[in-house]
């Protein structure tokens, strides 16, 4: 991923010349920055002062970019006139967006946000609009000009965690070069991750939340926190102990339940789901006791879950993407960690059957349904203009038909590669549903079939669709008649070259007998000039 790596917005003296920002690929590779943005708050008024699009421009071999004045050395790809960057209480912020027009004096958004950091170079002074906004439940960086003597900067030394201000600290200016961290601040990524979470069922004989990491990780100094959306506090709080298993497993079971490996822990009055959206977090500390608000600060992990669709995102939205549960169900339903796609390494979680201490049950490519369908809609403009929400907005709406039709347990992350376009007033909308098994794809497929040939209308964000027959036919269908047409064509190229061949074939017979077989010339009568002309 993309990080904002060093930012030096204040230099000694007064020429301002050798501020800089300094990004960082974590693959350490040269990356295309294509669809990448990078954006400079003013915190007085919460608006952008520069903006930069970054398409057309690419990292170094080791995955540096960095952006600043002519004095900056080594040469910065993208130059800045000297005292650009202003000195805080100020923001700067990576975007990634194909959709979204970044532009100067626009207020400050968390549209597209990829990774922030929210500085001052002033003690007193504050933003507090930027860090609710861009780095929401944190305080803001100070940049301590009394740490050297010489210049110096905000380096990220703690983690690779985005949009988390606690990864930077104060040190020698580096650009284009490795942070001059200390010895204990060394660049790694969190060692263990949430895997899967199984709360929802009113019978579920037992409830646990699965950790993954590297078999043998301690987990001595880690707490999981649990927390009530309704106020964004903690209402419990455990300290972990014991190790990773052999399976790079740990499940720690709640209500009394039993774990995995022998290395559970219990605790009892976690409620399933309360009203409202609810999180369940991983912290580096045990300082986060009930009553606390929730933070990023030390946060390794976070899945933040609720019963009720409306409610999803809400106060907790800032710990991640909420997921709802069907918790009025009385099968027992997990989140599971699982792959978004093939093509991409970020992870979601899906709804699926527990798996506590085994491999998660994920959605898979082999149980794919393709879903085409067109819908009838009076105004393009809109789909045009806010692409990425209605998009949003429809597979919510599938996903609830599916789940309201079927019950088969599918979340947004069932949905690969949907995408739409608008032309005139039709919505043409692709992409793949996937199944579990093939009992659910069998399901998939129903429910697809119906939806497609109900005439009944629906809304999604506040439009009225309606399904269009133009896309009802079915994909193999298309391709035999597209087969079909490519087909004649062949025939027709095939007579047309065949018939050029057997052209060919008989005037070469015909030379050849000429050849074989020369007139006598004695016996040719001359004709004058006056019989050819008659005759012509």
């Known amino acids: ?36 943005w990078l954006v400079l708050y003013n915190g007085k008024n919460n608006r952008a002062y520069q903006v930069l699009d970054l398409s057309g421009h690419h990292t170094d071999e080791l995955g540096y970019f960095l ?6 050395h080594p040469a910065p790809m993208i130059r800045l006139p000297p005292n650009t960057i ?30 922030a950091v929210v500085y001052t170079s002033r003690m007193p002074e504050k933003a507090d609009q930027l860090v ?26 703690h983690s690779l965690s985005t949009k988390l201000q606690s990864s930077f600290q104060v040190t020698m200016v580096t650009p284009l070069g490795e942070n001059f961290c200390s010895s204990s601040s060394v660049l790694v990524p969190p060692a263990i991750r949430i895997s899967e979470l199984c709360l929802a069922g009113s019978t579920t004989p037992y409830r646990f939340v699965e950790l993954e990491g590297k078999p043998g990780t301690s987990l001595v100094g880690l707490s999981l926190v649990f927390f009530s959306g309704s106020e964004d506090k903690a209402h419990a709080s455990v300290p972990l102990r014991g190790t990773i298993g052999a399976t790079g497993l740990f499940v720690f079971a709640l209500d009394g339940g039993h774990g995995h490996d022998g290395t559970n822990l219990t605790f009892k009055d976690i409620t399933a789901a309360s009203k409202g959206s609810s999180a369940i977090a991983v912290y580096s500390t045990s300082l986060i006791t009930g009553g606390t608000k929730a933070t990023l600060e030390n946060l390794v992990d976070a899945v933040v879950y609720t019963c009720e669709p409306s409610t999803a995102g809400g106060h907790l939205d800032f710990l991640g993407p909420s997921y709802t549960v069907p918790c009025k169900d009385d099968r027992p339903v997990s989140l599971s960690r699982c792959a978004c796609s093939n093509a991409s390494t970020e992870l979601q979680f899906a709804i699926s059957d527990p798996t506590p201490g085994l491999q998660n049950s994920c959605p898979q490519d082999a149980f794919a349904v393709d879903l085409h369908l067109c819908l009838l809609t009076p105004n393009c403009s809109m789909w045009t203009l806010h692409h990425r929400r209605l998009l949003e907005s429809l597979g919510k709406v599938l996903v609830s038909s599916l789940e309201e039709k079927c019950s088969c347990g599918v979340s947004e992350l069932y949905l690969q590669e949907l995408n739409l376009t608008c032309v005139g007033s039709l919505v043409q909308v692709w992409g793949q549903v996937w199944a579990q098994q093939l009992e659910q ?16 209308p629906f809304s999604v964000d506040g439009r009225v669709l309606k399904i269009s027959p133009e896309c009802i036919a079915p994909k193999n269908t298309l391709s035999v008649s597209h087969s079909g047409a490519s087909f004649q064509g062949w025939e027709i190229a095939l007579f ?26 004695t016996n040719i009568e001359m004709n004058d000039c006056g019989e050819i002309a008659a005759d012509f």
């Open 1 to 36: 991923k993309l990080l904002i790596n060093e930012v030096n917005p204040d230099n000694p003296g007064g020429e301002e010349d050798a501020e800089y920002i300094e990004l960082f690929y974590t693959g350490q590779t040269r990356f295309d920055l294509q669809g990448y």
């Open 67 to 72: 952006v600043g004045s002519s004095a900056v």
């Open 86 to 115: 202003q000195n805080g209480a100020d923001a700067v912020a990576l975007y990634c967006s194909n959709t979204t027009l970044y532009t100067v004096n626009m207020a400050v958004t968390a549209e597209g946000l990829v990774d």
């Open 132 to 157: 609710k906004v861009l780095v929401p439940g944190q305080s803001i960086l100070y940049e301590n000009d009394s740490h050297s003597t010489e210049d110096e900067s905000l380096s990220r030394c």
């Open 441 to 456: 794809q069998q399901s998939i497929e129903t429910w697809r079939q119906g939806f497609m040939a109900s005439p009944d």
């Open 496 to 521: 047309v070259v065949g018939s050029l061949l057997l052209m060919f074939l008989l005037v070469s017979l015909a030379f050849c007998f000429i050849k074989r077989h020369p007139q006598n010339y």
